[in-house]
């Protein structure tokens, strides 16, 4: 158990606007600048070419990320057992992780689009933020929040999507997009 926070909250980052994770990403910045231990899952992904998983080497002892997805794109009609047997798998852990309190930041990142594929229940995400260690703050992201779940947060933020580059054809950039 870290000393870092004396009380963890529950923040989630949703819509569909672009900076979910990049707002998680800049909160995690902040955190190990002060001296508090960060992990990062991100659901639904597996890249490790993503800027997030070299950074990550070169932010010292207090900052890991793991992913817990596999390459490509899971379907949102018929997700296939793969994918739903990852996302439980991952869930386990980040369930294991925030009840265990070892890190002061826990960022479940993707972890709502989880839901919103039906990887996992929103009963089991329930159950994480109401057994969580007192002290670790827990940020969720991810399109489409369920309102059950925005109730029992403390901060909940939408990304609102007004203009995106990629309607006008703007391919995804290395640095900036991944």
Do not use: C
Not at 30 to 57: C, N, Q, W
Not at 104 to 116: K, P, Q, S, T
Not at 131 to 157: C, F, S, W
Request: aromatic share 8%.
């Amino acid at each position: 158990m870290t000393n870092g926070l004396n009380k963890g909250l529950v923040q989630i980052y949703t819509g569909n606007g672009k900076g979910k994770t990049t707002a998680a990403l800049g909160l995690a910045f902040r955190a190990v600048g002060r001296g508090l231990k960060v992990h990062i899952m991100h659901f639904m992904k597996f890249d490790p070419d993503y800027g997030e998983m070299t950074s990550a080497a070169k932010m010292g002892p207090n900052w890991t990320v793991e992913q817990v997805g596999r390459r490509g794109f899971v379907s949102y009609t018929n997700p296939a057992s793969e994918d739903i047997a990852l996302a439980q798998t991952a869930f386990t852990r980040a369930l294991q992780l925030a009840q265990q309190g070892a890190y002061d930041l826990l960022i479940l990142d993707e972890l709502v689009n989880a839901l919103g594929f039906r990887l996992i229940e929103l009963d089991q995400v329930l159950e994480l933020v109401a057994t969580k260690a007192a002290h670790t703050e827990l940020v969720l992201t991810g399109r489409n929040a369920p309102q059950q779940l925005i109730e029992v947060a403390d901060l909940v933020t939408e990304m609102k999507d007004i203009k995106h580059y990629y309607d006008a054809g703007q391919p995804a950039r290395i640095g900036i997009e991944s």
